[in-house]
């Protein structure tokens, strides 16, 4: 999620998210895809616009947009992009993801002390023209942590803030560690942890929030019935550049101009964001319907000679993966409860199942080398955090089959499948998106693959899933789901605790060993603010998690934009955006 900023990572809908900075990649890809990207800019070019004009701007999705305009609440990129306007985090970043001053707050760690302080700069307004207070940000932390919202963002990350976790289990109206000294009405926030960590001068970092919630405008409403609101799905207020003027629900939102924007007056008159089949992005771009439109990849060869766009691009933080159901989200406990006879639980099976999956080949056969296969769960944009010397799960049909072999899963004479170690039937369920027309070839290929090798996969439901539906079932531990092809657009900070932490309702697979939350916690342990002892914790756990198998990585992909070539200012570099979006602020037509 990539918030608290967007909270702890935010779940990948159509494999777009946020940005790392032009990347000087090392390994050059033979398909005119990749040579492609690796030759466009970061960003249009920079100069003065018009104060006016609209702009179109496309949604990539199969699904109406369930429209939850609140950090807190929500989970999905498609949320993220759909509030891209008007939300934005308390902080700026430089290039480095570093927390700088020049946003909205100011920031300041105390190490010995223990505590972050935050103070909103004046002048800084929601869209209604009140001034972000001291009990805004404080209010984001009861959304997040009051069991009524059931929000999927409270974790154990968050739990060192002194008295979060009391608050969260109904044992305090308040939560202590988070102190106004100026009042609720004030613009100063401390809070005090129980520990600090390496990450925490970064944005992204998942141990404290980067956002508020107008208080004033929510109080009234019950935190059981926040989710649902008015406020929050039809009238959502904002800091940001732009507030919402209307909706048609569940397809377009229109922005205007916030007129308390503390930075001073954007340069669009309006802007309208609307959904799009992926399937119709190379006909829109072609028709030239939208402004800003993000390009899918299979369909890159389409349109690459398109006039009247600038195109630009980068590798974003970002990767699908493969997932195996191995337990439950125990919601008493808030902690994950590993289930050792659940089905997936062998590691020989799910190794198996990495190694017959022919990634490289059919990314290539589809996007162009746009989109390619991965080796850890780390990104290489993460530099040295990366485990470079780890080979992940490269296509081996022969070692997957001796794996299988000596783990047991035989067949009997005469049948086309294997049995699992007791002699019992398999039969293995795998819960997949709805993308573009290349997805249901590349899924269907990998069951394919796996049958090769005798393993009967078929898939949940019979077809696949849009999106909504898709993390229903994951989220509710559904029985119909063995194994899942899903998506991560990640924070800037490394940190692994938010999504494969045995606290955090988005570790998925609900896998929870000792030595995983060893090597998650000694990441973000006061030993790791010595830099190289950190950077080898993260390659342990890398080497770990290749190991286990527990998730599989996939594949990362180059993200290009088409954007209107009359259009300034857009850019994907890291200190140009904001919540994993260009500074909206600045977007706008040539004079």
């Known amino acids: 999620m990539r918030k608290i900023r967007f909270l702890t990572v935010c779940l990948l809908a159509a494999f777009l998210l946020t940005a790392c900075g032009q990347q000087k990649t090392s390994k050059k890809n033979t398909n005119s895809g990749a040579e492609d990207a690796m030759q466009f800019p970061i960003a249009t070019s920079f100069g003065t616009t018009k104060k006016s004009g609209t702009i179109k701007v496309a949604l990539e999705t199969d699904t109406p947009f369930s429209g939850i305009f609140s950090d807190e609440l929500a989970d999905s990129t498609t949320e993220a992009k759909l509030a891209q306007f008007g939300s934005e985090s308390l902080f700026d970043t430089d290039n480095s993801y570093n927390i700088t001053n020049s946003g909205p707050a100011k920031f300041s760690l105390d190490r010995q002390a223990k505590t972050i302080t935050i103070t909103i700069k004046k002048g800084v307004k929601w869209s209604d023209g009140k001034q972000v207070v001291a009990k805004d940000v404080e209010y984001a932390y009861e959304v997040i942590a009051n069991r009524a919202t059931n929000s999927a963002h409270y974790t154990s990350s968050l739990q060192d803030v002194v008295g979060l976790k009391a608050y969260h289990d109904g044992q305090a109206k308040t939560i202590s560690g988070i102190e106004m000294p100026d009042g609720e009405n004030g613009r100063k ?290 029985s119909q789901v063995d194994m899942f092809i899903a998506g991560w657009s990640l924070n800037d900070e490394p940190s692994q605790n938010g999504i494969y932490g045995s606290g955090t309702q988005y570790n998925l697979g609900r896998f929870a060993t000792d030595k995983n939350t060893k090597l998650i916690n000694e990441m973000d342990s006061e030993k790791s603010f010595n830099l190289n002892y950190r950077i080898k914790v993260f390659k342990e756990w890398q080497e770990y998690m290749q190991d286990q198998a527990y998730v599989i990585p996939l594949t990362s992909s180059y993200r290009i934009m088409a954007i209107n070539k009359n259009l300034l200012n857009y850019s994907l570099e890291s200190s140009q955006e904001n919540n994993n979006h260009p500074l909206w602020y600045k977007v706008g037509f040539k004079k």
Not at 207 to 212: G, L, Q, T, V
Not at 237 to 252: A, I
């Open 189 to 478: 926030v401390v809070i005090h942890f129980l520990a600090m960590h390496p990450g925490m001068l970064k944005t992204g970092n998942g141990y404290f929030c980067e956002s508020a919630v107008p208080y004033h405008y929510l109080k009234s409403v019950p935190f059981k019935k926040l989710k649902t609101s008015y406020q929050i799905r039809q009238k959502p207020l904002y800091f940001g550049p732009y507030r919402v003027k209307s909706m048609v629900t569940g397809q377009s939102v229109t922005w205007v101009p916030n007129k308390y924007y503390w930075r001073g007056t954007p340069s669009l008159s309006k802007i309208v964001i609307s959904i799009i089949s992926p399937k119709s992005v190379a006909t829109a771009i072609k028709q030239k319907t939208y402004d800003v439109i993000e390009v899918v990849n299979s369909q890159w060869s389409q349109i690459k000679k398109q006039k009247g766009y600038n195109f630009v691009a980068n590798i974003p933080l970002s990767y699908t993966y493969l997932g195996f159901k191995l337990g439950t989200w125990d919601a008493k406990t808030s902690q994950v409860k590993m289930n050792k006879k659940a089905k997936m639980a062998n590691k020989s099976l799910r190794q198996a199942i990495g190694y017959a999956m022919n990634v490289t080949e059919i990314e290539r056969k589809y996007t162009s080398g746009l989109t390619f296969r991965i080796k850890t769960l780390i990104p290489a944009e993460y530099g040295d955090y990366y485990n470079d010397s780890l080979e992940g799960y490269p296509y081996s049909p022969k070692k997957a089959e001796e794996l299988l072999d000596k783990a047991g899963y035989k067949r009997k004479k005469g049948e086309k499948y294997r049995r699992d170690p007791q002699g019992h039937k398999l039969t293995i369920h795998l819960a997949a998106m709805t993308r573009d027309s290349s997805q249901v070839k590349i899924i269907n290929n990998y069951i394919k693959m796996w049958r090769k090798i005798g393993l009967h996969v078929t898939l949940t439901s019979g077809s696949l899933m849009e999106f909504n539906s898709f993390y229903s079932l994951l989220f509710s531990d559904d």
